[in-house]
């Protein structure tokens, strides 16, 4: 299941009636990139970026080292667990990890979603056979779906023009119909620009290119 899906619905369950015991997911560290700085004149060679933005949040999850497995004995197939277990926090602080809870069918071929559970690994009940040692606790980065990381790349230079690549990123993949190929005609100016951002260039060369920022992507 979709990380931010699983994110959102653990954040809704936490808005449910007052017999709910709602979970708030733990806040995320935030990593921004913004590179270069403006201004500042940075030399690079060919096939490195030149513009890198972004925003990434990194969660802290549970990572099983096992297939987390409950074979109930008056269920159909077995429970399970699928997709991040999101660290979380109940009404009294206490921290669990939650995720989507599910019934496995058929050896694997049918899964019934039963909702969202949380845990706090070693203490799950005698059916899952797991300890507090079952599980890794790591940090995994999404980029936020409300932003998107945006790169242009030096590929080379002909003449008097230089090749650039420009590329988005949704969700740490890349967007195929994003992904454009460019040339500028140095003749024409040493600034370059595309989508807001503007480049002037210092030099250019077959391996490498120094260049000043001047501004950013637009949003």
């Known amino acids: 299941m979709n990380f931010w899906r699983t994110l959102a619905a653990l954040a809704v369950a936490g808005t449910m009636g007052a017999c709910a015991n709602p979970h708030t997911p733990l806040a995320p560290e935030i990593t921004s990139l913004d590179y270069p700085k403006v201004g500042e004149i940075v030399s690079r060679e060919v096939g490195e970026t030149l513009i890198d933005q972004y925003t990434k949040y990194a969660f802290e999850v549970a990572v099983p080292v096992r297939q987390m497995r409950c074979d109930w004995p008056t269920a159909a197939g077995y429970l399970s667990y699928r997709g991040d277990l999101i660290a979380s926090v109940d009404r009294s602080g206490t921290k669990r990890y939650c995720g989507e809870f599910v019934q496995v069918l058929d050896g694997g071929n049918r899964i019934n979603v039963l909702g969202y559970e949380c845990f706090m690994p070693g203490q799950l009940s005698s059916c899952w ?9 790591e940090k995994v980065s999404r980029t936020h779906p409300d932003n998107f990381q945006r ?4 590929t080379g230079k002909s003449g008097k023009n230089i090749y650039v690549s420009y590329r988005e990123f949704k969700n740490d ?3 195929p119909a994003f992904t454009q190929d460019l040339t500028f005609d140095l003749a024409d100016g040493n600034v370059i620009g595309f989508k807001g951002a503007r480049i002037e260039i210092v030099e250019a060369k077959n391996t490498s290119i120094s260049y000043r920022l001047i501004e950013k992507f637009q949003k």
């Open 151 to 154: 790169q242009l790349i030096y």
């Open 173 to 175: 993949l890349a967007r």
């Open 129 to 137: 056979g797991m300890s507090a040692s079952d599980f890794r606790i």
